[in-house]
Nanobody
Framework: QVQLVESGGGLVQAGGSLRLSCAAS????????MGWFRQAPGKEREFVGGITWNEGNTYYGDSVKGRFTISRDNAKNTVYLQMDSLKPEDTAVYYC?????????????????????WGQGTQVTVSS
């Protein structure tokens, strides 16, 4: 399994930006799909977006489309989540996740049950 460590969370005002990082170790040369999820208190874990490691293809959830951007740096084995125009409803614990393979439709990878490696999560709080 891949080991994942998130960083970059914090407190930001509405309209501001944050960049989260997800450092991966133990990754083989196989293709992986990396997902970002978030979970607010009392709510289910929600798909934010994802990226295929080898191809760099991205896909976003409707609630963040146009505001969030996912990228990866192969040399650093790190995936990023750039969050702009943040809203109070973006407040949540953010997780990155990994699963081998990237040949399914993106709808397959929007479910957290598809992933077998998870980071510890990082808190993002957006004040109004």
């Amino acid at each position: 399994q891949v080991q994942l460590v998130e960083s970059g969370g914090g407190l930001v005002q509405a309209g501001g930006s944050l960049r989260l990082s997800c450092a991966a170790s133990g990754r083989t040369a196989s293709s992986y799909t990396m997902g970002w999820f978030r979970q607010a208190p009392g709510k289910e874990r929600e798909f934010v977006g994802g990226i295929t490691w080898n191809e760099g293809n991205t896909y976003y959830g409707d609630s963040v489309k146009g505001r969030f951007t996912i990228s990866r740096d192969n040399a650093k084995n790190t995936v990023y989540l750039q969050m702009d125009s943040l809203k109070p409803e973006d407040t949540a614990v953010y997780y990155c996740a990994a699963v081998k393979g990237s040949d399914r439709p993106w709808t397959y990878y929007t479910s957290p049950t598809r992933y077998d490696s998870w980071g510890q999560g990082t808190q993002v709080t957006v004040s109004s």
